[in-house]
């Protein structure tokens, strides 16, 4: 029976700019409002990119981040604060009472399904079809279920 390694690649998080800070610490975030669906969609400069549906209007769209990113990390809202401009798609938040290696460790789980490469997939569907289930798997079963794994983890 084939063994798949799934655990996420040491970049997905360490290209991150988080920073330890007295009370938890501070998490760059780069915001696409009004986008179709809610979802942690990557990293972009150190930053974490989040695309939310709200729209950029009286700040309900950094509410919805704060909700989004509260609810993500299974935390209360109250221990997630926005520390800079409020009009910017370029933020900064503090996240309180966790460290910065607790905030890799808990973003490591949510970004590495999106953060595969094309080659990690490759050789997870061939281990897929090697296991031994007493059934053939066709190479669109695996194709469909991967898709829909994706999908899983990045709808609200």
Not at 12 to 25: E, H, K, Q, W
């Amino acid at each position: 029976m084939a063994i798949l390694n799934t655990e996420p690649s040491a970049s997905v998080t360490t290209s991150l700019a988080i920073r330890d800070s007295s009370d938890g610490c501070t998490l760059p975030v780069r915001v696409h409002p009004g986008a179709r669906r809610n979802a942690i969609t990557g990293i972009h400069d150190g930053a974490l990119k989040v695309s939310l549906t709200t729209p950029p209007t009286d700040g309900r769209a950094n509410q919805a981040l704060i909700a989004f990113l509260a609810g993500e990390l299974r935390i209360p809202r109250a221990r997630v604060t926005l520390l800079t401009e409020a009009a910017s798609r370029a933020k900064s938040l503090r996240i309180a009472g966790l460290s910065a290696a607790q905030l890799r460790a808990a973003l490591g789980g949510i970004l590495a399904p999106a953060e595969f490469t094309e080659a990690q997939i490759a050789r997870m569907k061939h281990s897929i079809a090697q296991l031994d289930h007493g059934e053939a798997v066709s190479s669109e079963h695996v194709d469909k279920m991967f898709s829909d794994w994706r999908r899983r983890r990045t709808t609200p």
